[in-house]
């Protein structure tokens, strides 16, 4: 465990990658929605904030008072967009943290992505702690400061998001076992034709169609099941398996937006893995650029073996050929 702490290396660009992912999604909600429909209207009058906790105290929306609430959206949604531009991410990680718990203790219907954003955040100021590049998409330092107490700080943070989002995969995986429907292989074809939370847009006729072949229903629910109970697995794993979590986390949640839309968890939960896989991506960016330079090396050879035509004869030469 030592070691493995000594080795970790706290500057990722991946880990800003997800980073940026969350705090756009998270940005989209307050960019797309106006106040009135985070704030559900009750009687006529905007609902008040439970500020009674200490935690929901030092939510944005408790601390401005009276403050119109769509200029504090539009504060919050500045600071998400300074937290995805990647600038000085040992320190925005704070500044992430209380926008995700100002959204997800505040608005009067947080879904499933504002709960994990508000745990992801939380543990990405850990994983940050010895991150002291002036921008996250910059090439990490190699003369990192590994044996302090920071960077045992960034490897807890770290194994936090890692645990915690293979935890949530797992929980879901298993969570759709005893539901007959799931259980069954039925449960797409019930979904794409729910009524409020069912397919719709461009795609909604293709999936009511496939979803009625009784294969692509077994498949696609059954499939959800397995993906879900892997993405755990993997992300518990090493290097490149870490990475393959992070593709497998993608493809799924995308199909699950061209169907239902959800568009910002599902965004937040692919920054959420690609978090977790940081660690396995960055080791295995150089292999896949050296695949590849070599893929791209050897087709340039095949291109240049080719023989070219051979010129024309000149109207001299057809004359001697014909004598």
Same mark, same amino acid.
């Given at each position: 465990m030592e070691r493995s702490a000594w080795r970790f290396p706290a500057e990722s660009r991946a880990l800003g990658a997800g980073r940026s992912i969350i705090a756009l999604a998270q940005a989209s909600i307050l960019a797309f929605t106006p106040a009135s429909h985070l704030f559900v209207p009750v009687g006529g009058a905007e609902?008040?904030? $439970? *500020?009674?906790? @200490?935690?929901?105290?030092?939510?944005?929306? *408790?601390?401005?008072?009276?403050?119109d609430r769509q200029f504090l959206n539009l504060l919050a949604l500045t600071l998400l967009l300074i937290v995805a531009s990647g600038v000085l991410p040992r320190y925005t990680t704070v500044l992430h943290f209380w926008a995700s718990l100002s959204i997800g203790q505040?608005?009067?219907? @947080?879904?499933?992505?504002?709960?994990?954003?508000?745990?992801?955040?939380?543990?990405?100021?850990? %994983?940050?702690?010895? $991150? +002291?590049?002036?921008?996250?998409?910059?090439? @990490?330092?190699?003369?990192? &400061? +590994?044996?302090?107490?920071?960077? /045992?700080?960034?490897?807890?943070g770290w194994w936090g998001v890692r645990l915690q989002v293979? #935890?949530? #995969?797992?929980?879901?995986?298993?969570? +759709?076992? @005893?539901?007959?429907?799931?259980?069954?292989?039925?449960?797409?074809?019930?979904?794409?034709?729910? &009524?409020?939370?069912?397919?719709?847009?461009?795609?909604? $006729?293709?999936?009511?169609?496939?979803? /009625?072949?009784?294969?692509? %229903?077994?498949?696609?629910?059954?499939?959800?099941?397995?993906? &879900?109970?892997?993405?755990?697995?993997?992300?518990?794993?090493?290097?490149?398996r870490q990475a393959a979590a992070a593709t497998i986390s993608a493809c799924l949640h995308v199909l699950i937006i061209l169907q239902i839309g959800i568009v910002s968890f599902g965004f937040i939960m692919v920054g959420a893995v690609i978090c977790a896989a940081s660690r396995g991506i960055d080791s295995n960016a150089p292999r896949s650029k050296s695949l590849f330079s070599r893929t791209r090396n050897s087709t340039r050879g095949i291109h240049s073996s080719v023989p070219t035509d051979p010129e024309p004869a000149s109207k001299t030469d057809a004359v001697t050929l014909g004598a």
């Open positions: 609902i008040e904030v $439970d *500020c009674s906790t @200490p935690v929901q105290g030092v939510s944005l929306y *408790c601390l401005a008072g009276s403050t505040s608005i009067s219907l @947080p879904d499933g992505g504002d709960a994990v954003a508000q745990v992801v955040t939380f543990f990405l100021i850990l %994983a940050c702690a010895n $991150d +002291k590049r002036t921008w996250h998409w910059q090439q @990490p330092n190699s003369e990192e &400061e +590994k044996g302090s107490i920071w960077q /045992g700080l960034a490897w807890a293979a #935890y949530i #995969y797992l929980n879901s995986a298993l969570a +759709k076992l @005893p539901v007959d429907q799931w259980a069954e292989g039925s449960a797409t074809y019930y979904v794409a034709r729910m &009524e409020n939370f069912g397919a719709a847009g461009l795609f909604a $006729d293709l999936f009511h169609w496939a979803t /009625g072949i009784t294969l692509i %229903a077994l498949l696609s629910t059954w499939g959800t099941i397995f993906a &879900e109970g892997l993405i755990a697995f993997l992300l518990l794993r090493r290097g490149s």
